[in-house]
């Protein structure tokens, strides 16, 4: 158990629909990081959050967008789903300020959008 | 050039017999280069990783080696084991973002 928890585990939703997958990270660590694993991309970072703020963007779409929130937990939002878009959800998140400096992973939350 | 190359894409080993990895990078500027570890249904757990300044690096059965100016680095898990069947990823990170390979599905065999 890596100590990242994301909810909810799976989420099955219609094309054109909107949803929240939420991530809480391990106690102390302000660095939040969503990726995206799908069978024809692999695994893709979308965004990462440190204490609040944008850090960093990778390959994620206008139509996704996330927020990290005071307590650290955050949010992935996906709106206007298409067929493509279901996937596993990883969030990750950081040591800071430590030698190992390692993400650990969530259990990830599996989207199927029909 | 953020890409990150794998190989091969899976493998099949004896139990007891070495597994080999292989991963190529392109962008010099990465840093850190971990290896993770994924059974089905969990998220990647980081396996090993190393910094670009080491050639090598082991820990206990699982080895990296790196090869900076070939751009290459590689696993090798030696007296591999059924419970060492998984998907294995390379990553190299840049800027506190990781760029992962395609992954490589090894089963070991009994």
């Known amino acids: 158990d890596s100590g990242v928890t994301q909810t909810p585990k799976h989420l099955i939703t219609a094309t054109g629909q909107r949803v929240t997958l939420r991530c809480s990270p391990r106690?102390?660590?302000?660095?939040v990081y969503w990726y995206q694993q799908s069978l024809d991309q692999g695994l893709q970072f979308l965004i990462h959050y440190y204490n609040g703020e944008e850090r960093a963007k990778g390959n994620i779409l206008e139509r996704f967008s996330a927020q990290q929130f005071p307590d650290l937990h955050s949010e992935l939002n996906l709106s206007s789903l298409e067929l493509g878009d279901s996937a596993l959800y990883f969030c990750?998140?950081?040591?800071?300020?430590?030698?190992?400096?390692?993400?650990?992973f969530g259990p990830g939350t599996r989207l199927t959008v029909l | 050039q953020q890409q990150v190359k794998q190989s091969p894409q899976s493998l099949i080993v004896q139990k007891g017999g070495i597994s080999i990895i292989n991963c190529a990078y392109e962008?010099?500027?990465?840093?850190?280069f971990p290896w993770y570890q994924q059974f089905p249904g969990k998220g990647p757990a980081l396996l090993i990783a190393i910094r670009p300044d080491v050639s090598e690096k082991k820990e206990g059965r699982f080895t990296i080696s790196f090869n900076k100016s070939a751009k290459q680095f590689s696993l090798h898990i030696m007296d591999s084991q059924p419970g060492d069947s998984a998907t294995y990823f390379c990553?190299?990170?840049?800027?506190?973002?990781?760029?992962f390979g395609s992954g490589t599905r090894l089963q070991v065999q009994p």
């Open positions: 962008n010099t500027a990465f840093d850190y």
């Open positions: 990553a190299a990170e840049l800027r506190r973002a990781l760029t």
């Open positions: 990750a998140s950081r040591e800071t300020g430590t030698a190992t400096d390692t993400q650990y």
């Open positions: 106690s102390g660590d302000l660095s």
